[in-house]
Nanobody, 123 residues
């Protein structure tokens, strides 16, 4: 059973960088042909895919967020991370990490999700 757990600060000030980590257990982030995404849901809105890091370390980003988003990984810890720069209150959301296959980018379905973590951008 694969499990994902998000962690990071729940409050970020405007203009700062939001940093979150997803710790994966029960499976390796380097296993072919899986991909590991960050997804968010602002209050009252739908899910928004932000980007993905594939099993081989390649990354793909949402065009609307690409200039501010970076996804990296630490294979020794079986973790992948999100950095979102220059945040504004509009970046307030529940942030999720999730697993998919590489069949489509952005993924159209996920088989495992983290529980989500609330991040609020406020001074």
């Amino acid at each position: 059973q694969v499990q994902l757990q998000e962690s990071g600060p729940g409050l970020v000030k405007p203009s700062q960088t939001l940093s979150l980590t997803c710790t994966v257990s029960g499976g390796s982030i380097t296993t072919s042909y899986y991909a590991w995404s960050w997804i968010r849901q602002p209050p009252g809105k739908g899910l928004e895919w932000m980007g993905v890091i594939a099993y081989d370390g390649s990354t793909y980003y949402s065009p609307s967020l690409k200039s501010r988003t970076s996804i990296s990984r630490d294979t020794s810890k079986n973790q992948f991370s999100l950095q979102l720069s220059s945040v504004t209150p509009e970046d307030t959301a529940v942030y999720y990490c999730a697993r998919s296959t590489l069949a489509t980018i952005p993924p159209d379905e996920y088989d495992y999700w983290g529980q989500g973590t609330q991040v609020t951008v406020s001074s």
